[in-house]
């Protein structure tokens, strides 16, 4: 059972972050593929753009960043991690935002625009790297969220409750 994942997460679980334990030999791998990522980037903003079956305006994010630059350079952040289930999106947002550096751990199947959840050929990668998202967007200095994702919500729930399912000493209750 160490080697796999197993991850569920049916609509409207409300205390999912007490369910979710991250075992060690996944927590090494996700730790070891994003660390590299966190020194180099010490200050950043994440954002997680859904953008298939879920659909919202890249424009809308873009402007966000776009009207709060300065805020963001005079605090030294030049970094922006991409967390996105759009094939296309992280060119799209590195040639609008050439200014700073734009920033993915993983890259996504093509699904030819249809929700990759459904689509993706490799069901144990698309787990592991949402958790790499994840764990990436809790490290940021500031988060932009998809407002019609779920897993955006499931995130903002635990900035704002100041849950890690990363951390591996938590007991996880059932």
């Known amino acids: 059972i160490d080697n796999k994942i197993i991850f569920y997460a049916g ?16 927590l090494k791998i996700i730790e070891n593929e ?25 424009n809308n994010f873009l402007n966000k960043i776009k009207n709060n630059r300065l805020k963001f350079k005079k605090e030294n952040i030049e970094t ?7 094939y296309l999106a992280f060119d799209k947002f590195k040639k609008n935002l050439d200014d700073f550096n734009c920033i993915r751990i993983n890259i996504i199947e093509d699904c ?12 144990n990668k698309l ?3 949402l958790l790499k998202d ?17 897993v955006s919500r499931w995130i903002i729930q635990m900035i704002h409750e100041k849950i890690n399912i990363f951390d591996i000493n938590s007991e996880c209750k059932l």
């Open 11 to 26: 609509y409207g679980a409300r205390n999912i972050n007490n369910m979710i334990k991250i075992n060690m030999n996944t």
């Open 34 to 58: 994003c660390n590299n990522l966190l020194v180099n980037n010490k200050k950043y903003i994440s954002l997680h753009y859904r953008n298939t079956d879920r659909k919202h305006d890249i």
């Open 80 to 86: 922006i991690f991409i967390a996105t289930d759009d």
């Open 112 to 123: 030819n625009g249809k929700n990759i959840h459904y689509h993706s050929s490799d069901k």
């Open 127 to 129: 787990v592991l790297d």
């Open 134 to 150: 994840i764990y990436m967007i809790l490290h940021s200095t500031y988060f932009i969220p998809s407002v019609k994702s779920g």
